[in-house]
């Protein structure tokens, strides 16, 4: 490869290959976070997020990876600046070199030599470091971009888990209360048996209810340890730490609705302004073959100490020091059709830009769309469910009421008090998928920004 393509061209694709590189780290493994064991003492969704940007292993690296690049960029641009170099050489000869002059074999120069230059390069024009130079911000600004995208997969993906936590925890929270509610039920079934007013299938009824319950609350409470380390996980937090979330659920409920009257514009979204900044650093690569048949200028100076002695060790005693100045231009004449081909690729990379852009269009919009029609979906399921536990609350009350008068069985308590407990654990699990389609949907519209 010659001197010209491993120019800014290159440069662009390194620090390009780096961002890559992030973004496919992102979706394997992080690596393990050695920062400072902080904790949580009140664990709301807001807490919750803003301790997932700061912890966050992903979003760590990310930072890192923009520190990365702004080195690299500066090492690049380095050479815009006067390069000083110091070179030092210390020769012996075992045979002094010989020419002829007039005929006569001469020796010339002597056993010991030693040179200490000092140089100096002054860059003038150069292509590569001309395009360098004006992508920098771009190249910048594409690292950020890809942190701000890493936060929003971050943060979408945090809500979701916190909104599927409380809706475990709720389902404990109804499988308690039905249990208390159930032994109080077995022990008036259990003394209504003994007294001979009813039969064994009441008590016996009631105990299996209570048995499915309890083995459902158990169930329930090892999902709960098992999403709270998943959340754990996403936001980075501690391993050995208890993470106690905190909700409020009639804010929560408040904060489900969202204003589905508005439209989807893919310019909003991180991914357009990613494509965007990819866009014009492909400009710039083609900018940059376009500008390939301009010449390299530079300065080239230095200044010689040239030590000269027959004697090993008074060689530093004679100096015949010397100094030059150059200007230096190297112009491509031919490079075999190679600066057109690679215009040709550097103009259909911007045509695969156009259709990355587009199809980003397309399938943003497709994206809004079944993210809409999943939150209004939910949005009906929500009300329903949520109307549902109203009326299953009163027929079991009735019913509760209507059994212990002697009107009604004990069959059609059980039957009350199952659907009241599917009912609100309905309830719940709607309410769940009500907040998460609302993330998806605020997502979709480019809404969630951090």
Same mark, same amino acid.
């Given at each position: 490869?010659?001197?010209?393509?491993?120019?800014?061209?290159?440069?662009?694709?390194?620090?390009?290959?780096?961002?890559?590189?992030?973004?496919?780290?992102?979706?394997?493994?992080? @690596?393990?976070?050695?920062? +400072?064991?902080? =904790?949580?003492?009140?664990?709301?969704?807001?807490n919750v997020i803003q301790y997932a940007l700061k912890h966050q292993p992903l979003?760590?690296?990310?930072?890192?990876?923009?520190?990365? &690049?702004?080195?690299?960029?500066?090492?690049?641009?380095?050479?815009?600046?006067?390069?000083?170099?110091?070179?030092?050489?210390?020769?012996?000869?075992? *045979?002094?070199? %010989? !020419?002829?002059?007039?005929?006569?074999?001469?020796?010339?120069?002597? /056993?010991? %030599?030693?040179?200490?230059?000092?140089?100096?390069? *002054?860059?003038?024009?150069? +292509?590569?470091?001309?395009?360098?130079?004006?992508?920098? /911000?771009?190249?910048?600004?594409?690292?950020?971009?890809?942190? =701000? !995208?890493?936060?929003?997969?971050?943060?979408?993906?945090?809500?979701?888990?916190?909104?599927?936590?409380?809706?475990?925890?709720?389902?404990?929270?109804?499988?308690?209360?039905?249990?208390?509610?159930?032994?109080?039920?077995?022990?008036?079934?259990?003394?209504?048996?003994?007294?001979?007013?009813?039969?064994?299938?009441?008590?016996?009824?009631?105990?299996?209810?209570?048995?499915?319950?309890?083995?459902?609350?158990?169930?329930?409470?090892?999902?709960?340890?098992?999403?709270?380390?998943?959340?754990?996980?996403?936001?980075?937090?501690?391993?050995?730490?208890?993470?106690?979330?905190?909700?409020?659920?009639?804010?929560?409920?408040?904060?489900?609705?969202?204003?589905?009257?508005?439209?989807?514009?893919?310019?909003?979204?991180?991914?357009?302004?990613?494509? *965007? =900044?990819?866009?014009?650093?492909?400009?710039?690569?083609?900018?940059?073959?376009?500008?390939?048949?301009?010449?390299?200028?530079?300065?080239?100076?230095?200044?010689?100490?040239?030590?000269?002695?027959?004697?090993?060790?008074?060689?530093?005693?004679?100096?015949?020091?010397?100094?030059?100045?150059?200007?230096?231009?190297?112009?491509?004449?031919?490079?075999?059709?190679?600066?057109?081909?690679?215009?040709?690729?550097?103009?259909? @990379?911007?045509?695969?830009?156009?259709?990355?852009?587009?199809?980003?269009?397309?399938?943003?919009?497709?994206?809004?769309?079944?993210?809409?029609?999943?939150?209004?979906?939910?949005?009906?399921?929500?009300?329903?469910?949520?109307?549902? &536990?109203?009326?299953?609350?009163?027929?079991?009350?009735?019913?509760?009421? *209507?059994?212990?008068?002697?009107?009604?069985?004990?069959?059609?308590? &059980?039957?009350?008090?199952?659907?009241?407990?599917?009912?609100?654990?309905?309830?719940?699990?709607?309410?769940?998928?009500?907040?998460?389609?609302? &993330?998806?949907?605020?997502?979709?519209?480019?809404?969630?920004?951090?």
């Amino acid at each position: 490869m010659t001197k010209r393509n491993t120019g800014v061209f290159y440069n662009i694709r390194v620090l390009l290959v780096i961002i890559s590189i992030g973004f496919f780290n992102r979706e394997s493994k992080a @690596q393990q976070y050695t920062g +400072s064991d902080s =904790t949580l003492q009140l664990a709301t969704l807001e807490n919750v997020i803003q301790y997932a940007l700061k912890h966050q292993p992903l979003i760590q690296q990310a930072l890192i990876d923009e520190k990365i &690049v702004n080195a690299q960029i500066r090492s690049q641009l380095a050479r815009l600046l006067p390069q000083i170099s110091l070179n030092y050489l210390l020769q012996h000869n075992f *045979q002094v070199p %010989t !020419s002829f002059v007039n005929g006569a074999a001469i020796p010339l120069g002597v /056993g010991n %030599t030693s040179t200490f230059q000092l140089g100096l390069t *002054q860059n003038i024009f150069s +292509s590569e470091l001309f395009i360098a130079n004006r992508t920098r /911000g771009d190249v910048l600004l594409q690292t950020t971009q890809a942190t =701000t !995208s890493q936060r929003i997969d971050v943060v979408s993906n945090a809500s979701k888990a916190f909104y599927d936590i409380i809706s475990t925890a709720q389902q404990i929270r109804v499988a308690q209360e039905d249990i208390v509610r159930l032994e109080r039920s077995l022990k008036d079934a259990l003394a209504q048996y003994t007294a001979g007013i009813v039969d064994k299938i009441d008590y016996k009824r009631t105990t299996i209810t209570l048995n499915n319950t309890r083995a459902s609350l158990r169930s329930n409470e090892q999902l709960l340890r098992a999403k709270t380390e998943y959340l754990k996980n996403l936001i980075g937090y501690p391993v050995n730490e208890s993470l106690q979330i905190v909700y409020d659920s009639t804010q929560m409920e408040r904060d489900a609705f969202i204003d589905t009257t508005e439209t989807s514009d893919y310019t909003k979204r991180i991914e357009y302004d990613l494509l *965007q =900044t990819q866009r014009r650093l492909l400009e710039a690569n083609l900018k940059f073959y376009k500008l390939s048949y301009l010449p390299t200028v530079s300065l080239n100076g230095g200044y010689n100490f040239n030590y000269q002695n027959k004697n090993f060790g008074k060689i530093y005693g004679n100096n015949f020091p010397s100094s030059f100045g150059q200007l230096v231009i190297s112009l491509p004449i031919f490079t075999g059709g190679r600066r057109k081909a690679d215009i040709d690729a550097a103009q259909w @990379q911007l045509k695969r830009n156009d259709w990355d852009i587009y199809s980003l269009r397309n399938s943003i919009n497709s994206e809004f769309a079944q993210a809409k029609a999943a939150y209004l979906s939910n949005y009906i399921n929500y009300q329903t469910l949520k109307e549902n &536990v109203a009326l299953a609350q009163e027929v079991y009350d009735v019913v509760q009421l *209507q059994y212990r008068n002697g009107i009604k069985a004990y069959l059609e308590v &059980v039957t009350a008090e199952a659907e009241l407990r599917t009912s609100r654990i309905n309830y719940y699990q709607a309410l769940y998928e009500l907040l998460s389609s609302k &993330v998806d949907v605020q997502r979709s519209l480019g809404q969630i920004r951090f």
